[in-house]
C-alpha cells in the first residue's frame, strides 16, 4: 500500500484515521459557538436597545462587558485553538515593551480545520466592519452617546483583527503588506496546483489510470 | 510591570454609573455617563503622549494603566460621597464630601506620581506631573459636581 504523497508542498500530513472525517463537522463546536456567540450578542444587544429605546446605561454596560469577554475569549481562546495563533505583550527588564506574535507551526500538534479557519476569519473580519457601519449611522444621526460605545467596540474588535492578521503574517519581523502579498501569491499557486492535480486525477472512464490494486 | 485594562475599565464603568446626580433617571443616563468615559480615556492617553513626547521611558499602556488603576481613590470617595449625601443634604455635609474628594484627588494624584515621574528626567518632572494633576481635579470635580 503506497502512501499517498501529497501534490502540495505542506506538512498537512492526517493524522491516522482522520482521513474519514466528514467535511463539515467541527473539531471543537463549543468554541466556535463561543467565538461567533459573544460578538453576536454584542451587536444584538447594541442594536436592540438603540432601536427600542431600553434603558441606556444598561445597555451600555451590557454591551461592554459582552465585547469584554468577547475581546478575551477571542484572544486567549478561540485564537489558540481554532488556528493556532497567539498574541501578547510583555514588558522586560529594561521597561521596554514587546510585542510577540505567534503561529503554531502546522502538523505538529493536529492540522487546523479549514472550516473552522474559515469562520474564526470570517467573524473576525465581518465584525468591525459591521461596528463601523454602527459608527457612521451615530455620527450621521449625531447620537453621541452611541457614537462612544461604537469607538469601544471598534477599537476592542480591530485590535483582535490587528493582533492576528500580525501573527498570519509572520509576526513583527516582515512588514504587513509583504506578508499579505506573500499570502496572496502563495494561495493562487495552492490553487493552481490543485486544480492541475484534479486534471491529472479527473482520469477518462475506459483508461487503465487506476493504481490502487498493486 | 505588566499592565492590563480590565481594572481601569472596570473603575471608569463604575465612575460613571454611580456619579449620575440624584433626580437623573437611570433610564436616561445624560450626557453625564458618556462624558465619564470619555474624560477618562482621552484625558489618560492625552497625559500618557504629554510624557512620552517630554521624553518619558515608559510605555504607552503601563501609563494608561497606571493612570486608570489611580481611579480608585477617586471611586473610593465617590462611594463615601454617595453615603452622607443618602444621609443629609446640610452644608456640613457638603464640606465633609468636599474635604473627602480632596483627599481623594491628592492619593490619586500622588501615587500616579509615584509611578510616572520615575520615568522623567528631573528638570521636566513638573511639566509631567502637572497634567496629572489636572486630570485627577477634573475628576473629582465631577465626582463633587455630581454628589451636590
Not at chain 1, 44 to 58: A, K, N, R
Not at chain 1, 193 to 213: E, V
Not at chain 2, 126 to 131: C, H, Q, R, S, W
Request: glycine fraction near 8%; charged fraction near 15%; hydrophobic fraction near 50%.
Amino acid at each position: 500500500m503506497a502512501a499517498n504523497v501529497p501534490l502540495l508542498e505542506s506538512d498537512d500530513v492526517l493524522e491516522f484515521g482522520e482521513e474519514d472525517e466528514p467535511k463539515g463537522r467541527f473539531k471543537h463546536p463549543m468554541v466556535v459557538l463561543f467565538h461567533v456567540g459573544f460578538r453576536s450578542a454584542a451587536l444584538v444587544v447594541y442594536m436592540l436597545c438603540g432601536w427600542f429605546d431600553v434603558s441606556f446605561i444598561g445597555s451600555f454596560v451590557t454591551t461592554i462587558l459582552l465585547l469584554s469577554i468577547d475581546f478575551w475569549t477571542v484572544k486567549n481562546i478561540t485564537g489558540r485553538i481554532l488556528v493556532g495563533l497567539r498574541w501578547w505583550n510583555f514588558i522586560d527588564e529594561k521597561g521596554q515593551s514587546h510585542w510577540v506574535f505567534e503561529a503554531r507551526k502546522s502538523g505538529s500538534q493536529g492540522r487546523v480545520s479549514s472550516t473552522e479557519a474559515r469562520i474564526f476569519w470570517t467573524a473576525l473580519v465581518v465584525f468591525p466592519v459591521l461596528w463601523g457601519v454602527m459608527l457612521l449611522v451615530a455620527v450621521v444621526t449625531l447620537k453621541i452617546r452611541w457614537f462612544v460605545l461604537d469607538c469601544i467596540a471598534l477599537s476592542l474588535n480591530c485590535s483582535n483583527l490587528w493582533g492576528f492578521v500580525r501573527c498570519k503574517a509572520g509576526g513583527s519581523e516582515t512588514s504587513v503588506t509583504d506578508s499579505v502579498k506573500n499570502m496572496a501569491s502563495s494561495l493562487m499557486r495552492q490553487q493552481m496546483l490543485a486544480n492541475m492535480a484534479s486534471m491529472f486525477t479527473r482520469s477518462p472512464p475506459n483508461a487503465g489510470g487506476s493504481n490502487s490494486n498493486v | 510591570m505588566s499592565w492590563d485594562l480590565w481594572g481601569p475599565l472596570i473603575l471608569c464603568t463604575f465612575l460613571a454609573v454611580v456619579v449620575l446626580p440624584d433626580g437623573r433617571e437611570i433610564h436616561d443616563g445624560g450626557p453625564q455617563f458618556a462624558e465619564v468615559f470619555i474624560i477618562v480615556w482621552a484625558g489618560a492617553a492625552v497625559v500618557t503622549l504629554n510624557s512620552k513626547l517630554l521624553g518619558g521611558n515608559i510605555s504607552f499602556f503601563q501609563s494608561v494603566c497606571v493612570l486608570g488603576y489611580c481611579l480608585l481613590p477617586g471611586c473610593l470617595s465617590l462611594i463615601v460621597c454617595r453615603i452622607l449625601l443618602f444621609f443629609s443634604h446640610s452644608t456640613v455635609a457638603f464640606i465633609i464630601r468636599f474635604l473627602v474628594s480632596c483627599l481623594g484627588f491628592a492619593w490619586a494624584t500622588f501615587a500616579a506620581m509615584m509611578f510616572l515621574s520615575d520615568s522623567q528626567l528631573q528638570a521636566r518632572r513638573g511639566l509631567a506631573v502637572y497634567p496629572i494633576f489636572l486630570f485627577y481635579l477634573v475628576i473629582s470635580w465631577l465626582i463633587v459636581s455630581n454628589t451636590s
